[in-house]
């Protein structure tokens, strides 16, 4: 098989009429089936339970996107039986074969980018930018990983030996369960499922409860795209009900997870406990949070950084494990570069986001995010000085308005804890050093940025700044797929590097096989 480079699936141009209207006409689609009931997907056959999960649109909570049904233990051993019997012939393969699904998986999300679209706003909220964004990341996952397969699974050098044939290739680990998160229910969605299936492995899946619908769509894509039946199984379900079961089951080879520090924990520790009649280690790959730090020194150039921190902060109402929730400034610059940040920050346009390509704030998640992030607030108040925000927004749905707070000191609430909503604490500094003994002051280690115009500060931060994502003179978020590999440090997770060269690996097992050379073999005699 031959491909062309990999290139980044470019942001469309929603400045255009006919995307504008083709937004539209998506909208209205998706909008009349609004209430459908979805099934789980087990072994390619729809599976229909008496209970089910309603996925509310967060703009809107009197709207029901749809239903889906809400998957029993019982259910995730049917959805196991059905990998591990999928499991035989797909491990087998050929990687090409494996690579094509993900390429015509691709191709159908391009082809339906508007009715993604048109889903991510209405199920989690998401502006039109950050919505053609995450397509494009969906794309990008796929072409890139289709790529990947094809040169990790060939042979490997070794040292060459005149008396053996020794050869080291990767295999498939077996079947997994993953487990995705709501804020990014396509790409993050799609690239953890898509990379363990184009290593030849099969999954059962368990998306947020929040965005199962997309979740569904996604899977009935890939089975469009030719993924047999069984190497995919949808299994929606609360937490408390299947996630222990699922991650502990017996056949669980390996468990990939994004989602919080506090469940990836728990899973880290459950899934090490020994199982009876369980022969393995379980492979864990996790992605969790972060407390996210942008540090802006007396020579930076202000309005870049101004920008970057506005759109850092506030990008999808700061819903993003790599979302900037701290900036760390030097006083010299302090009181200029405040100003200028909050004259961005009030001028961000708040919307339904499926009606305007301009609207940049729209809801969060759900009700329990609205409670806990105005609940947060309200501790901050006590902690820094509010400058902007610090409220719920008076129209329907989980709105909260982007919130800044300023001398907020190192080690408080505010500074420490992971709000995971549009809430940015600015905390002044007296010099560098200062600056990164703050930054790295903290259980996590995702992303960063500095914004410096002196090289020795720009090199000293490459070595000192603890983050597994680093970025220079330009915000924290956005990362793309093979060019800002994604994964970090200490408690935000294993450091994976999703959509990047060796991300392959968290999902096969290397094996070398030695053969002493005979005249048989070296006169191509079988038996």
């Known amino acids: 098989m031959f491909l062309k480079r990999f ?5 469309h141009d929603y400045s255009r009429e006919e995307s504008v209207r083709g937004v539209g006409r998506a909208v209205a689609a998706v909008r009349s089936g609004f209430g459908r009931t979805y099934p789980a997907i087990i072994g390619g056959q729809p599976v229909e339970t008496v209970k089910t999960i309603a996925s509310l649109c967060p703009s809107d909570p009197s709207l029901v996107v749809g239903r889906i049904s809400s998957c029993s233990r019982e259910d995730v051993d049917r959805a196991m039986a059905a990998a591990k019997a999928a499991f035989a012939s797909w491990s087998r393969t050929n990687p090409e074969e494996r ?81 995705t998160p709501w804020n990014f229910p396509l790409a993050i969605l799609g690239g953890m499922t898509m990379a363990a299936v184009v290593a030849g492995n099969t999954v059962v899946l368990k998306p947020s409860s929040d965005t199962p619908i997309l979740a569904h769509r996604f899977v ?101 494990c790599s979302a900037c929730s701290r900036l760390i400034v030097d006083r010299r610059v302090h009181g200029q570069l405040v100003e200028m940040i909050l004259a961005k920050a009030k001028m961000i346009p708040v919307g339904d986001p499926w009606e305007d390509p301009c609207v940049f704030t729209g809801p969060v998640a759900n009700a329990a995010a609205h409670k806990s992030i105005l609940a947060a607030i309200e501790t901050g108040k006590s902690e820094g000085k509010l400058l902007l925000g610090g409220h719920a927004l008076d129209r329907p749905g989980y709105y909260v308005a982007p919130t800044i707070f300023d001398g907020v000191k190192a ?36 992303t960063g940025a ?40 200490n408690l935000s997770g294993t450091d994976s590097k999703a959509g990047g060269p060796d991300y392959l690996m968290n999902f096969t097992q290397g094996k070398t096989t030695s053969e002493r050379i005979t005249i048989a073999r070296l006169a191509g005699i079988g038996v």
């Open 7 to 11: 290139t980044n699936d470019p942001i």
């Open 99 to 179: 690579a094509e699904t993900l390429l015509k998986l691709a191709a159908l999300m391009r082809e339906r980018r508007f009715e993604l679209l048109a889903l991510l706003a209405f199920e989690i909220g998401k502006d039109w930018y950050e919505a053609d964004a995450e397509i494009a990341e969906a794309i990008d996952f796929c072409e890139y990983y289709a790529r990947l397969a094809l040169t990790h699974f060939q042979y490997h050098p070794l040292t060459r030996l005149s008396t053996e044939d020794n050869c080291y290739f990767y295999i498939p680990l077996g079947v997994g369960a993953v487990v």
């Open 220 to 320: 009935e894509m890939a089975h469009e795209a030719g993924v047999p039946a069984g190497v995919i199984n949808l299994v929606p379900g609360s937490g408390g009900e299947i996630g222990d079961y699922l991650v502990t089951h017996p056949d669980v080879r390996f468990v990939s997870f994004t989602g919080s520090a506090e469940v990836g924990l728990r899973i880290n520790e459950i899934i090490a406990r020994p199982v009876p009649r369980k022969k393995w280690m379980t492979r864990y790959v996790s992605e969790m949070g972060g407390k996210n730090a942008i540090v802006v020194d007396e020579t930076a150039d202000l309005d870049a950084a101004s920008t970057g921190v506005v759109r850092s902060a506030f990008g999808f109402q700061g819903q993003k």
């Open 411 to 446: 080690g408080s609430f505010l500074e420490q804890e992971e709000i995971f909503g549009p809430v940015l604490a600015i905390v002044p500094v007296d010099g560098f050093d200062e600056a990164l003994a703050v930054a790295n002051d903290t259980r996590y280690g995702l």
């Open 450 to 489: 500095v914004y410096s115009t002196s090289i020795d500060r720009i090199d000293r931060a490459k070595r000192e700044y603890h983050a597994g994502n680093l970025y220079l003179n330009r915000g924290c978020t956005g990362a793309l797929v093979g060019v800002h590999p994604f994964g970090g440090f």
